[in-house]
Structure formats: structure tokens, C-alpha cells
């Protein structure tokens, strides 16, 4: 009989995250699938009952609770006793937790402690064979791989965006607080700022349902030979203002600035998609002046739907790797993109 317990870390405000909620719909699915398995939820932070309220309707068996002012801040030490008492508490066989940077940072750890094994990057868990098992991409999202132990207890961080969040209405959660002892030395580390790099921080929005790609092509020539930086940052700035969409690049325009060349001020290597950036998670997806060459497209697998605008009829994303590509001038087409966006929602200043 499987003992799930779902770990979960509390917002600064109190507040649990969208992964939270994705981590607790996996596991109530997984429970459903095993036969006398049950779940319960812990939560960790400095005062946790407004997130057990979040969850109180989730049909859990019960929710833990583990409070101390030094779960604030994301800490090793700290936040890897907290998960370990939990786990102790409930007795657990196997742990699911949201695979953010806070938690990926003890998974290991805190198998360690527990004598488990820990998995991490997992896409889905669900019964295979009867068995507990998850799915994990291998080599640059190129290869999956189901993955089942008999190790317990097995701890498993979800990638986010990666499996449906459990939703339903908040009411009042009756908590089980569980004793956390950490030694003085725990809270010896502090953070003490946060440093988000500013173009990141406006224009990577892991949340947006749709992402943009920008191309190598928006600093290239054009028809007339020159160079078009200004109208191309333009245009591309409004799209991103309007649709509040996530903004990806090629890694040819990322590169483009250590190499003396033109380039868009507000792109830098943490916007790079494909085989050496990222892979994001967005319903939709929009590629401009961008060639869909593989090394780039490999990062577009888990883009829903893929469009594309290219001057180019038989470039990359014509060969299978996009659901419509529109062969047209990206500059026209963005422009008028952007003025129906406006016609339908004036948009607001700077938002
Ligand atoms: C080991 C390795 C790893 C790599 N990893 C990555 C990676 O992670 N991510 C990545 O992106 N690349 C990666 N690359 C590079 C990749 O192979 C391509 O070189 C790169 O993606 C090309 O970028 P691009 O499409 O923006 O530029 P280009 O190939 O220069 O294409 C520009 C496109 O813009 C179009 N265009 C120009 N003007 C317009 C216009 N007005 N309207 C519409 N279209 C227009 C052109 O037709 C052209 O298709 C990698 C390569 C290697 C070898």
C-alpha cells in the first residue's frame, strides 16, 4: 500500500504556487490508479493554514504542517529538515513535490536522509504494469523513458507545466502540526537579495500561453538592404505589451552580440530556445524571422501549437516542424498583428 505525501513550500505571502497545485493533481491521480494507496499533503513555511485552506477541498486523508520563521527564506538546510520530518511523520513511501529550483535543490538530499532515491525532471507520473511509474526526457528532450523503483521512499520533483493542476474552491483545513528540530547551524546561510537579469525578468514568462520567437532574421537586411532594428524592436516590444506572451530567440540572434553584430537590446541568452537553451512549456507558439532549423526546433517540444512566419517557403519550419507557416514578411505581418490587437483591447501604458 502506497503512503503518498505531497510536499509543498509556501509563497513569501503565504500563498502556494501553481506548481503546488500541479504536484498535488499528480499525485491524487496516481493514488486513484493504485489500489489502497492514500495521499497526504505537507506543508512547509512560516505559517502554512492559508495554503492547507487551498487544499483542504483536494480530498487529501490529512494535511501536515510544518512551521518555524526560518522556512522564509529557500535554504538547504532548513528546508530539507522540514521536508524530512514530513516525510517521517507521515510515514511516506513516495514524496511529490513541485521540481522548483527550491526543491530540486534537496530531492537528493533529502532521499538521502530518508534512505530513498530521489528522481528529478519528471513529466508524468502515473501506473504502469501496476507499478508506480514516471516519464522523464533524456539527451536534450530528444528521448522519454519511463522510470519505475522499488526503492522507498521515492522521491519525485515535477517539472512544472508539465502535468495539470488540481483546482477547487478554498475552505478551512484542519492541520496536523508536526516538530521541526534543526540545529542553530541550519539557518547559518541567508539570502540576502534576489538579482533577476533585467531583460529576463520582463520577457521570459514561463506562465504566458503564448511564446514569441524572435529570429536571426529581424537584424538582417531587408528588402529595401538596410537594417531595421528599430522597427523590429518596435514591433516586437508591442506584441510582447499586448499578448503579455514570452519572448524566445534563436541562438544565432542571442549570439549575435558577441559577435559585433546588430542586435535587440532586450534579448540575452536566457531567452534562447532549442538544444543549448531551453525548452519551454506554452499552449501556443509564434516563430518570426527564425529558420526552424533542428537544433532550434528541438526546444519547441512541448509548444502545443507551433506557427511560424517566414520570407522563406522551404525553411525549417515548412518541413513538418511547425502546424502553419505563413510565408510572408514578419515585420508587415507583426505590424498588423498588432494593430487588431490594439483595435480589439487598447493597450495600456507600460504594463
Ligand atoms: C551544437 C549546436 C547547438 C545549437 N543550439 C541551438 C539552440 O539551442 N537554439 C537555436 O536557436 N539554435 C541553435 N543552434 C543553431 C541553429 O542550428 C541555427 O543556426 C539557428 O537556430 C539559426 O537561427 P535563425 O533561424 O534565427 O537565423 P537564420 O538561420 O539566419 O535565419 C533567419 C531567417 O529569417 C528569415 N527572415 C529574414 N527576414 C525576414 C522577414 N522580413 N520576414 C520573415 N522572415 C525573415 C530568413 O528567411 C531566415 O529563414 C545550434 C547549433 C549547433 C551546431
Known amino acids: ?96 513535490a513541485p521540481g522548483t529550483s527550491r526543491w530540486n535543490r534537496i530531492a537528493a538530499g533529502v532521499a538521502h536522509r530518508l534512505g530513498g532515491r530521489a528522481d528529478t525532471h519528471a513529466t508524468s507520473l502515473a501506473v504502469h504494469e501496476g507499478a508506480p511509474t514516471i516519464t522523464r526526457w533524456y539527451y536534450r528532450q530528444r528521448m522519454v523513458a519511463k522510470l519505475s523503483r522499488t526503492n522507498r521512499p521515492w522521491v519525485v520533483s515535477l517539472d512544472p507545466g508539465a502535468v495539470p493542476a488540481w483546482s477547487g474552491e478554498p475552505s478551512q483545513a484542519t492541520v496536523e502540526k508536526v516538530a521541526l528540530s534543526m540545529p542553530e547551524t541550519a539557518a547559518r546561510t541567508e539570502v540576502i537579495g534576489v538579482e533577476a537579469p533585467e531583460a529576463g525578468a520582463q520577457t521570459i514568462r514561463p506562465e504566458a500561453e503564448t511564446l514569441l520567437v524572435t529570429g536571426a532574421g529581424w537584424t538582417k537586411k531587408q528588402a529595401d538592404g538596410q537594417i531595421h532594428l528599430k522597427e523590429a524592436e518596435a514591433a516586437i516590444m508591442d506584441f510582447l505589451r499586448q499578448t503579455k506572451a514570452s519572448l524566445g530567440s534563436s541562438k544565432s540572434l542571442v549570439d549575435q552580440e558577441g559577435e559585433g553584430q546588430a542586435v535587440l537590446p532586450f534579448l540575452t541568452h536566457m531567452n534562447q530556445i532549442g538544444q543549448t537553451g531551453s525548452t519551454p ?47 510572408a514578411d ?3 505581418v507583426m505590424k498588423k498583428l498588432n494593430d487588431l490587437l490594439a483595435e480589439k483591447a487598447p493597450a495600456t501604458p507600460e504594463s
Open 1 to 96: 500500500m502506497e503512503k503518498i505525501l505531497v510536499v509543498l513550500f509556501t509563497q513569501e505571502d503565504g500563498s502556494l504556487g501553481r506548481t503546488a497545485f500541479e504536484a498535488t493533481g499528480a499525485a491524487l491521480g496516481l493514488a486513484k490508479e493504485l489500489d489502497g494507496a492514500s495521499v497526504t499533503i505537507g506543508i512547509a513555511g512560516t505559517s502554512i493554514q492559508e495554503a492547507a485552506n487551498a487544499l483542504a477541498g483536494s480530498g487529501a486523508e490529512k494535511i501536515l504542517g510544518a512551521e518555524a520563521a526560518e522556512l522564509a527564506q529557500p535554504r538547504y538546510a532548513t528546508d530539507a529538515a522540514a521536508a524530512e520530518a514530513l516525510a517521517k511523520a507521515a510515514g511516506a513511501t513516495i514524496i511529490v
Open 281 to 327: 512549456r506554452h499552449a501556443k507558439g509564434l516563430a518570426t524571422c527564425c529558420h526552424g532549423e533542428e537544433p532550434h526546433v528541438v526546444g519547441w517540444r512541448f509548444i502545443t501549437e507551433r506557427r511560424a512566419v517566414n520570407l522563406d517557403a522551404n525553411c525549417g519550419w515548412a518541413q513538418g516542424k511547425a502546424d502553419v507557416l505563413y510565408v
Open 330 to 332: 514578419a515585420f508587415e
